[in-house]
């Protein structure tokens, strides 16, 4: 009895070619996985440019938040003031000392039987000793 001995069939996928041997049944599936793995690593690449330097991004939010801490610190001071000019107002409306201080500061009044006396002081480079 003879035995015959097996020979290998190509399978239906897989076509011999005089380059080389059979091409794998998922090699155009690794060729597009790293494809598609290399253009997830560009998109991330240029979603973190955007993050960091782009328009928008963290270092303008900083410089933002930096602007918003001065205006604050600004504001603060400006109601501060309007505060102290409301009250100086309301003082004017009621008091009669603020009133006769404004007047003796700003525009040198004195009252009657006062004597006004004004210092003129040298300049300090023209003293003479």
Same mark, same amino acid.
């Given at each position: 009895m003879r035995r015959s001995t097996p020979v290998?069939?190509?399978?239906?996928?897989?076509?011999t070619t005089a380059?080389?041997?059979? *091409?794998?049944?998922?090699?155009? =599936?690794?060729?597009i996985m790293r494809w598609l793995l290399l253009l997830l690593f560009v998109a991330l690449g240029f979603l973190q440019y955007?993050?960091?330097?782009?328009?928008?991004?963290?270092?303008?939010?900083?410089a933002l938040r930096t602007q918003i801490a001065e205006h604050?610190?600004?504001l603060e001071r400006l109601q501060d003031r309007?505060?102290?000019? *409301?009250?100086?107002?309301?003082? =004017?409306?009621?008091?009669?000392?603020?009133?006769?201080e404004r007047a003796r500061n700003e525009l040198g009044m004195i009252r009657r039987g006062e004597v006004f006396?004004?210092?003129?002081e040298e300049p300090e480079g023209e003293k003479t000793q």
């Open positions: 290998a069939m190509p399978s239906p996928g897989s076509e380059a080389g041997p059979p *091409a794998r049944p998922g090699a155009s =599936l690794v060729v955007r993050l960091w330097l782009g328009d928008g991004g963290l270092s303008e939010l900083h604050e610190v600004e309007n505060s102290a000019l *409301a009250a100086e107002v309301q003082n =004017l409306k009621t008091g009669l000392d603020a009133i006769e006396l004004q210092v003129i």
